[in-house]
């Protein structure tokens, strides 16, 4: 019997679902041999509510969720965040930082009254997780990686140290050496440096590594005459759960 299972999408952009879709090839194969997918609202119309294994995307941004995601919980053996808004609260907790009154009234206007809203948090502050899947969205293989380690009940190698490790051996050069700040000395690593690469900055979409080098960090910050303030105004944007719990 092959596992069952099911893709739910809450408070999201629904991209890492989309994401998902990428699979091609052969690797689409294996997958469609190895599992057998009974939920999927952006890939088919039928849906069964007997599933072991949840996806789950978006965080949980409204009262109403909060027992969905709870019976979910309740059918599936195993249960994997997809993305950085499962895993961390990602974007959707920018909405933290306000009052949830003024959050509504800045999104809906005059309509705000029809709508209800609590501050965002990850899934795993309202139910366990088993398996994360990092990433805004996250990369493919990273994906695979973990369906493929679930299936055989293991536990998925996923890097614990920081993006500039990936950063320096994919050859860029640093851009706190061109007067930008970059969140790769704190942020776990697995993307490939991706952002730094194609000429951006690391904004942190991966969360932090478990012990994050905040001594590292203070060095960095001295050396290149930053304030705190400017590393932390990055965090806002996938980060601000960590700093402003809801209440
Ligand atoms: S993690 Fe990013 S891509 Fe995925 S749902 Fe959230 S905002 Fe969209
Ligand atoms: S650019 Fe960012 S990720 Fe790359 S080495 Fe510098 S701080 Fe690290
Ligand atoms: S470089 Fe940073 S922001 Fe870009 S994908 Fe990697 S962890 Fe996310």
Redesign the pocket.
Known sequence: MKPKVAFFDFTSCEGCQLDALNITGEELLDLANAVDIVNFREVKTDRSDDYDIAFIEGSISREAEIPRLQAIRNQAKVIVALGACACIGGVNCLKNHLPMEEALRIVYGEAAKYYDTIPARPINAVIPVDYYVR??PPPTAEFLKVVKALLLGKKPDIPNHP?CVQCKMAGNVCVFERGMTC??PV??AG?D????TAGRI?????GLVDDPNTDSEKDILQKYGLTAEQVMEKFKIYDTYLEVMPK
């Open positions: 990433g805004c993006v969140l790769g942020t776990r993307c440096a991706i952002c730094v690391c904004w942190g979409c991966r």
